[in-house]
Structures are given as C-alpha cells and as structure tokens.
C-alpha cells in the first residue's frame, strides 16, 4: 500500500493512457473568453503522499455516508456535466421570472464563459500533475457514481461551481449567500461520491473564484451599467413612447463583433412606401382571430412570448442535447457549448439593440392603430426584429455544434422568427433583417470556434 502512496501521482502507463483518451485534445490551447490561456491556471501541485493518505483515510469514511440529503446532492449534482446545472439554473431562474440580473443576456454569457474558462484551466492543471482519483490510489474507498476517465486534481465540478456561483452573486446581490452555499454543496458532492480528494476541492474552488472575479471585471467594463439618456426623436415613421427598453445596449462592448453597428442592416423604407403599405397588408390580414383554424399559430405566436420562448428555449434544448450526447464525460466540449451559446446570444443582442436605435422605425399597430394583435408590442422599435435576430444566431450556433440536429432547430429558430408577424407586432421586412444580421453575427462566432483549437 505504502509502495501505491509513494508513486502518487504515477499510474501505470495502461492507466494513464486511459485517461488521457478521455481528456479533450490539448486543452491548454484552446482559446478561452478571460483568461489568457488556459495553461496559465496558477494552480499549485497537489499534496505530498502524506497529506495525500489523511485525504484518503477521510474519503474511507465519508463516501459511504448515508445522510439522505447528502444521497440526493450527490445524485442532483452528478446528473450531467459540471456546467449542466449551473445552466440549467440559469434557464429554471429565467423562465419561472427569478432574478438572473438586469438583462438575461448577461448572466447566459458571462456565466458560460466563466464555466468554460474554468473548465478548461482545471483540466490544463489535470494534465499537469496527472494525479490519479482516489480510489486508483485506495481501492477500498468505495464510489457512488462511476469513476471518470480523468485525472483528479483539481476538481472541474468544485472550479465550475466557485465561477458560475461568483458571476451570479455578482448579478444577483441580493442572492450572493445562496449561490455560494450552492457552489459549496455542488462541489463536496464529489468528496461524498469518492471520486475526488479534500485538496482537488479546495483547489478547484480557489481557481474557479478566480476566474469568476476576471469575468466579472469583463462585465463591470461593458457598459451595461450606463443608462440610456438621449432623446426619443420625433418624425414620420418614427417609434413612439417613453423609457425604451434596451436603448442602452446598443453602446455596450460586443465580445466578438468589432462594434454593435458591425453588421447593421440597411435602413428600413419610409412608411408611406409601397414596400410597407403591402407589408402592412400581410400583417392585418394574416388570420389571428381566436378560431378552431388560426389555434396552431396563435398558440405558437403566444408560446414564443412566454418567459422560454423569448429567450431560454435554446439552452432548453441544449441541456437536453447535453444529456442525450453523454457529455458528462467530456466537461470541456459541454462547457465550449454553452459558452458559444451564451456568447453568440450575447453580441445578437447588442447587434439588434444598435438597429433598433439607430432607425428608430414604428411598429405596425403605430401606422394603423386599429390593427388587432395577440399581445401588445414590447416597449422599444420595430427594425429589426429582435427575436429573429437571437432566434437565428443561437439556431446557427447550435447547428454547428449538433449538425445531426441542424434541421430541426433551424426550424425552430425560423418559427420563432415568424411568429412574431403572426402575432401582428413585426413587419416582414423586421423578420427578413433580424434574420440576416442574426445569421452574420453566429458565423463570426462559429468562425472564432472553427478555429479554437478544439478540432480533434
């Protein structure tokens, strides 16, 4: 036994080959969103063999816990991959109108990116020190869930959880204590499984924070925090109201977009044009009356104006895909996903929001009010449509990353798109441009992600 604890942390080479089939390629060089490279982690060797034992001889008594509570943290939290319920939070938060921060948008990005930098430094530092799981190194320790085919130290659970538990205090004050006592219980559900020491918590924990503060000074330096303080303008055509929502993105800092205006469309026609007069037609006369007939489409239309629809049904799929495709045994390639989700979401908003403000242009029930709608408009401008902006980029997006799915959630983002005419809030020519400018911002992401170093 003393033999196994002095070669701490070598395996055998079989066991080591093992492993190392199962990491992601070269994750130290892939790109990250913060941090400089994911080598760069700053994370210290593991413990002596010593220290190591006492790690061990506490495991021997902890994994077998049979405190119910702590059954089910284990079971909750081993459900998919370290980033799967941190997302899955943001998205049950989201839809149920819990608080995520001032804008959705935020919390899906920055706490994506803080996740997946994290994960990518802790399994840097895994394939620096090559430390084998506990119970290689004590086969008497016994495991509630399956060991993973990856090195221990340090934990990728405990650093996701200390870098989306971070982000999310810093979005949600109010909450701080909550989801910290949150990252604690995600990440000692690993010592209580067996399958990670006291030092591979700790380190992890303390990289994970880390990471989450530099997220955090990213996003204390967007803009988002500036208010909106210029006028309405006034004029045929011409948007009316007060307060408009999301004035202000339209000047934050895009993380991949060279500026908001990048791929802005071209002006929309005057509204006394033919082009909007026919436009106008279609949407008056699309069927939305409360019949047996129009029920597909106003049930869509009123669908995607619900809490998921508006935005979180993309990682609503995507957390499913995540299970479906057995990505619990690849962190980094789950965590790349959510990341280039939340970040192509991201830049399509500010695209979208630099649109709207720059024209300014009215929507429907403006040029004719007595036009009847399922539900009123948001409270901001027509041009161009912001859902098909999202819909489409996000669609792209998940497309690259699941080509066997690409059929069907381009459908989805179409419909959303569309629904939005259905419902009599948008004209075609929103849809049409919200489209093509959501369509350009997700090929600058996925060329950013053709070439991060992830291609095996």
């Known amino acids: 036994m003393n033999t196994i604890h002095r070669s701490l942390p070598y395996i055998t080479a079989l066991a080591l080959a093992s492993i190392a089939a199962a990491q992601p390629s070269n994750p130290s060089e892939w790109k990250t969103w913060v941090i400089p490279s994911g080598s760069q982690h700053q994370v210290p060797p593991p413990p002596d063999a010593a220290e190591t034992r006492a790690e061990l001889e506490w495991l021997r008594t902890a994994s077998p816990e049979s405190d119910p509570r702590i059954v089910e943290q284990v079971r909750f939290w081993d459900s998919g991959p370290p980033s799967y319920r941190w997302m899955d939070m943001v998205t049950r938060r989201q839809m149920a109108g819990e608080a995520v921060g001032a804008y959705f948008v935020r919390a899906y990005a920055y706490v994506s990116m803080a996740i997946y930098d994290a994960t990518i430094a802790a399994e840097s530092a895994k394939q620096t020190y090559r430390r084998e799981r506990p119970s290689q190194a004590d086969p008497s320790i016994r495991t509630r869930v399956p060991v993973p085919a990856s090195f221990s130290y340090p934990s990728d659970y405990a650093a996701t959880a200390a870098a989306a538990s971070t982000v999310m205090a810093y979005l949600v004050p109010a909450e701080a204590e909550y989801f910290h006592s949150l990252a604690q219980e995600a990440a000692k559900s690993r010592l209580y499984a067996g399958v990670e020491n006291l030092s591979d918590y700790h380190a992890g924990m303390e990289l994970g924070r880390r990471i989450g503060e530099l997220v955090i000074a990213k996003a204390r330096a967007d803009g988002a925090d ?113 990341a280039l989700l939340g970040a192509v979401g991201y830049d399509a908003f500010i695209a979208s929001q630099d649109g709207k403000f720059a024209y300014w242009y009215l929507r429907p029930a403006q040029l004719e009010p007595s036009l009847t709608t399922l539900f009123n408009a948001p409270n901001f401008p027509s041009y161009p449509s912001n859902h098909s902006t999202f819909s489409t980029a996000r669609a792209e997006m998940l497309a690259y990353l699941f080509p066997d799915r690409a059929g069907l959630i381009r459908a989805l983002g179409k419909e959303a798109g569309d629904s939005r005419i259905w419902a009599g809030i948008h004209f075609p020519m929103d849809n049409h441009a919200g489209v093509t400018l959501g369509a350009n911002v997700a090929h600058k992401f996925i060329a950013w992600a053709e070439n991060d170093g992830s291609q095996r």
């Open 226 to 338: 500036i208010a909106f303080g210029s006028a309405v303008p006034t004029g045929r055509c011409i948007w009316t109201g007060v307060n408009p929502g999301n004035a202000s993105a339209a000047n934050w800092k895009p993380l991949l977009l060279t500026s908001p205006s990048e791929f802005r469309p071209a002006p929309p026609p005057s509204c006394d044009s033919a082009q909007v007069q026919a436009e106008m037609a279609v949407v008056r006369n699309f069927p939305r009356a409360l019949t047996s007939a129009n029920m597909a489409t106003n049930a869509k239309a009123l669908y995607w104006q619900t809490n998921e629809g508006i935005f979180p049904w993309a990682f609503v799929h995507l957390n499913r895909w995540v299970l479906e495709d057995k990505l619990e045994q690849n962190p980094a390639r789950a965590a790349r996903a959510y």
